[in-house]
T-cell receptor
Framework: DQQVKQNSPSLSVQEGRISILNCDYTNSMFDYFLWYKKYPAEGPTFLISISSIKDKNEDGRFTVFLNKSAKHLSLHIVPSQPGDSAVYFCAASFSSGTYKYIFGTGTRLKVLA | EPEVTQTPSHQVTQMGQEVILRCVPISNHLYFYWYRQILGQKVEFLVSFYNNEISEKSEIFDDQFSVERPDGSNFTLKIRSTKLEDSAMYFC????????????FGPGTRLTVT
């Protein structure tokens, strides 16, 4: 089951620069996408989401872009801070049924001071 | 801020034994989920629960698994006869309503089957 993929297992970025995390999906029926952040020994924490009727959603330093034709979404963090160092998961969901999440494999972001 | 809690944080059990993982979802939430993450793999959906019944379950959620909301606050996952491959991090999540997509996750229970 490879419906949601994050092809970069890790990413290192200098503090203050932009972090770009990518996610691809295969099922065109997904209509809601979310990004979660996870620190060690903690559960995933909701970060930002986007509906399939939009192509961009912004919340402070975090922006999610959705390209439906390419079945691709990305999370931009700017400026990156050392506290952003964590594993980032993208998740996809359907607006009907149980709203279960299909997660990607995660990208470990390290922000270097 | 309300949060989802899970107990225990770590459970070690022998193969063939029954385990119960406990979760207390956020109090006014209506939808409940269990996910698991085997070490090094992605977080996988196990089951969703609403209105005191299972609304969806994955292929992983076979007859060895069951869920219950025994008292209106706790939400439990029971594995009847654990196998080595059940070793994983188990996350409980809850969601407020049918117009809210965001799920709130607990810190997880690490289950180790020896």
């Amino acid at each position: 089951d490879q419906q949601v993929k994050q092809n970069s297992p890790s990413l290192s970025v200098q503090e203050g620069r932009i972090s770009i995390l990518n996610c691809d999906y295969t099922n065109s029926m997904f209509d809601y996408f979310l990004w979660y952040k996870k620190y060690p020994a903690e559960g995933p924490t909701f970060l930002i989401s986007i509906s399939s009727i939009k192509d961009k959603n912004e919340d402070g330093r975090f922006t999610v872009f959705l390209n439906k034709s390419a079945k691709h979404l990305s999370l931009h963090i700017v400026p990156s801070q050392p506290g952003d160092s964590a594993v980032y998961f993208c998740a996809a969901s359907f607006s009907s049924g149980t709203y279960k999440y299909i997660f990607g494999t995660g990208t470990r972001l390290k922000v270097l001071a | 801020e309300p949060e989802v809690t899970q107990t225990p944080s770590h459970q070690v059990t022998q193969m063939g034994q029954e385990v119960i993982l406990r979760c207390v979802p956020i109090s006014n939430h209506l939808y409940f989920y269990w996910y698991r993450q085997i070490l090094g793999q992605k977080v996988e959906f196990l089951v969703s629960f609403y209105n005191n019944e299972i609304s969806e379950k994955s292929e992983i959620f076979d007859d060895q698994f069951s869920v219950e909301r025994p008292d209106g606050s706790n939400f439990t996952l029971k594995i009847r006869s654990t196998k080595l491959e059940d070793s994983a991090m188990y996350f409980c999540a809850s969601r407020l309503s049918d117009i809210s997509y965001e799920q709130y996750f607990g810190p997880g229970t690490r289950l180790t089957v020896t």
